[in-house]
């Protein structure tokens, strides 16, 4: 059973738009969650990672947030550029130790037109 | 920042054909994984280790053994290769399995 859904599946936007992207978990218990950028046929980069309850957090253009009580993450991507298209994938560590295992979701795949 | 390789990047083998996929990781991490990712599907584990001679059975193991040799080497092996292990291979590595780092990928296509 998937445990990691992400939404929209895919999603076009234009040059200098911005963009959200969904992630919903059932995962239990949830330690931490973070999202990764992955460019077509290359390996995954770590965006930004949230922790806390309600967290959120920057990284340039990228902004998430996180609602532990409702199990849902978003990743705000703000005048997004050509480079931005990728698949974005969320994944969720259900310990914060090598213990734990990483349950990841399928990916938004985001391209960015002129 | 942790440096993972996979070799080779691109595979080709037939129905039966046996495959080593190798990574190897420069930063002394002690935990190695390798995951295959399939369209629709989130990256799935196969399997991992903490150490070098220790093996761990991830969530997808049918099909698939794998060796750490060493620190810095873990090695996917499929001795009687199948369609459905079609896919692009993954290796990542950490210290504590808190952030993982991962390799570009090794693209394989059994025929």
């Known amino acids: 059973k998937t445990q990691v859904e992400q939404s929209p ?5 234009r040059q ?3 963009c959200v992207l969904q992630c919903n978990y059932s995962v239990t218990p949830d330690n931490h969650l973070r999202w990764f950028k992955q460019d077509t046929g290359k390996g995954l980069v770590s965006l930004t990672v949230l922790v806390h309850e309600n967290d959120k957090t920057s990284n340039g253009r990228y902004s998430a947030t996180l609602d532990k009580d409702a199990k849902h993450s978003t990743l ?21 130790s090598a213990l734990g295992r990483l349950h990841f979701g399928a990916g938004t795949q985001l391209i960015v037109i002129p | 920042e942790a440096a993972v390789t996979q070799s080779p990047r691109n595979k080709v083998t037939v129905t039966g054909g046996n495959v080593t996929l190798s990574c190897r990781q420069t930063n002394s ?9 399939d369209t629709g599907h989130g990256l799935r584990l196969i399997h991992y280790s903490y150490g070098a001679g220790n093996l761990q059975i991830g969530d997808v193991p049918d099909g698939y053994k794998a060796t750490r ?21 993954f ?9 993982q780092y991962f390799g570009p990928g090794t693209r394989l296509t059994v025929l």
């Open chain 1, 16 to 18: 200098g738009e911005n």
């Open chain 2, 29 to 37: 991490h002690n935990y190695m994984y390798w995951y295959r990712q």
């Open chain 2, 69 to 89: 040799t060493t620190q810095e080497d873990f090695f996917l092996l499929l001795e009687l290769a199948s369609p459905s292990q079609t896919s692009l291979y």
């Open chain 1, 76 to 96: 705000h991507i703000t005048a997004t550029l050509l480079d931005d298209t990728a698949t974005y994938i969320c994944v969720v560590g259900d310990r914060g």
């Open chain 1, 9 to 13: 599946q895919s999603l076009v936007v």
């Open chain 2, 91 to 99: 290796c990542a590595s950490s210290v504590q399995g808190y952030e």
